[in-house]
């Protein structure tokens, strides 16, 4: 899990005490947090974005594994979970320049929608290098994939059994490299984590 990733160690205190302060809120007292609580709560919306996203695409996963290839509508439900995948992966991609931007106090309005990811590439190329190089090869898991997808046109082969697991299975993997990748993003983020906590 993402929100687990050892990056995210110094911002779990803010992230800690903003929740004990939302109980209070629960019982009628109010609360003003503290600049590194609200920078820590604003990444941890941001990072449970992603993680659903990343969940989804495994979801998805599981159910095109499930399909029954007898099932007279079998190449249409697979159509339906392949195409919500492939939803899911451009919205991680997504979520992950979010992520960034929130993290380097980009204004998060022109880091989401189209062109946020392009503006988040242009607004760090400079000043953090790496990170827009880590951000890059993530893009670049997608767009590969995207573009064996096109290759094979909307022409399913015959669904069977087999073609389902290997589908599954690709797939599978595809999460598994979009993962790492964001693990990628994240490790590249901790020296800013620590210093937006300091």
Request: aromatic share 6%; proline share 3%.
């Amino acid at each position: 899990m993402l929100n687990q990733h050892p990056a995210l160690q110094s911002l779990a205190p803010y992230w800690a005490s903003y929740q004990t302060m939302l109980k209070s809120l629960d019982e009628g007292q109010r609360f003003k947090a503290s600049p590194q609580e609200a920078y820590a709560h604003a990444l941890l919306i941001r990072m449970n974005e992603l993680e659903h996203d990343l969940q989804t695409m495994r979801l998805a996963v599981a159910l095109i594994r499930d399909i029954d290839s007898s099932v007279a509508n079998a190449a249409a439900i697979y159509r339906y979970h392949e195409e919500y995948f492939l939803c899911r992966l451009a919205a991680s991609m997504d979520k992950a320049h979010c992520l960034v931007g929130a993290a380097l106090l980009l204004k998060q309005d022109k880091c989401e929608g189209k062109g946020g990811q392009l503006f988040v590439l242009r607004a760090i190329q400079a000043s953090h290098p790496e990170l827009a190089a880590s951000l890059e090869r993530a893009a670049a898991i997608e767009a590969k994939h995207k573009k064996a997808r096109k290759a094979l046109g909307d022409e399913l082969p015959v669904l069977s059994h087999d073609f389902l697991a290997q589908e599954a299975e690709s797939l599978d993997a595809l999460c598994d490299k979009t993962t790492v990748a964001m693990e990628a993003v994240l490790s590249t983020l901790a020296p800013v984590f620590e210093l937006a906590c300091a």
